[in-house]
């Protein structure tokens, strides 16, 4: 009985709480000055912020982000939006620019919701999971198939930012 209400828990989250990214193969050019933005005073800012600190903090600095006081110097911006309409069950949304053979990543555009398609606000735990996720789209990771990593491509209470996450960008950025 256990199991199956497991598999029903993580089937309602994959369908619920989808995050999405476009674009995202790709990495920067100099990623430890990556200039970033979030939209101020918002309820979110300083988790977000949080959430870039930890990628940092994780890659023992070998990404670092730079925060700018406007979206136009920005490499990475935050936007906040009630819903994302878009993409059907989406709570997170990145959009990434990517150029040349060798895709060097030129912008990002994190778009985090305030509420799930059916109106819900989020807590703040899915948030949050939800902000890990989308930094890690926007430096350049893809979805992984452990749903612990924070790469996963459905938000639940058990992620975080796994070794493998950790390791896929090492691959990426050729790090030794």
């Known amino acids: 009985m256990k199991k199956m209400f497991a598999f029903f828990s993580l089937v309602f989250l994959w369908v619920y709480s989808c995050n999405f990214a476009i674009g995202y193969t790709g990495k920067w050019f100099n990623p ?40 136009n110097t920005a490499q990475i911006q935050v936007v906040f939006v009630k819903q994302i309409k878009s993409h059907d069950r989406a709570i997170g949304l990145t959009k990434s620019t990517v150029v040349g053979s060798n895709k060097k990543m030129t912008k990002a555009i994190i778009y985090i919701a305030e509420k799930d398609r059916q109106g819900r606000t989020l807590r703040k735990d899915e948030a949050y999971t939800t902000m890990l996720h989308e930094v890690g789209h926007a430096i350049g990771l893809e979805h992984s198939s452990d749903p612990k990593s924070a790469m996963y491509y459905a938000e639940n209470d058990i992620q975080e930012i796994s070794k493998n996450d950790l390791k896929q960008l090492k691959k990426l950025y050729g790090w030794d």
């Open 32 to 71: 430890r000055m990556i200039k970033t933005y979030i939209q101020p005073n918002h309820r979110y800012s300083v988790m977000m912020e949080h959430s870039f600190s930890e990628w940092d903090r994780l890659t023992g600095g070998r990404i670092r982000f730079k925060f700018v006081q406007s979206p």
